[in-house]
Nanobody, 121 residues
């Protein structure tokens, strides 16, 4: 069982930056592949980024490639999403997810409660 808690969301102007964090419980965090997803009002949840258990592989949606960076610190049981050059279209609730043997988009087994990111124009 893995419990995930996201933080770092907020209101930012277009062009600004935010860093989301996802803290995981449990001593087996380093075995899990991790992902970030987002869901905007009236839209389906979509994949944003993912990182392998070792950090050696990363995956990004085309819409965020070059602007967002996913990373992890296994000693701190935390995965991060650095978001630069934010656009109003990035406004959404952002969720982190954990899974074993996941290649990028999923499926994932565990989900956090989400953190709101709002980008004003």
């Amino acid at each position: 069982q893995v419990q995930l808690v996201e933080s770092g969301g907020g209101l930012v102007q277009a062009g600004g930056s935010l860093r989301l964090s996802c803290a995981a419980s449990g001593r087996t965090f380093s075995r899990y592949d991790m992902g970030w997803f987002r869901q905007a009002p009236g839209k389906e949840r979509e994949f944003v980024a993912a990182i392998s258990w070792s950090g050696g592989s990363t995956y990004y949606a085309d819409s965020v490639k070059g602007r967002f960076t996913i990373s992890r610190d296994n000693a701190k049981n935390t995965v991060y999403l650095r978001m630069n050059s934010l656009k109003p279209d990035d406004t959404a609730v952002y969720y982190c997810a954990a899974g074993l043997g996941v290649a990028g988009t999923g499926p994932y087994d565990y989900w956090g409660q989400g953190t709101q990111v709002t980008v004003s124009s």
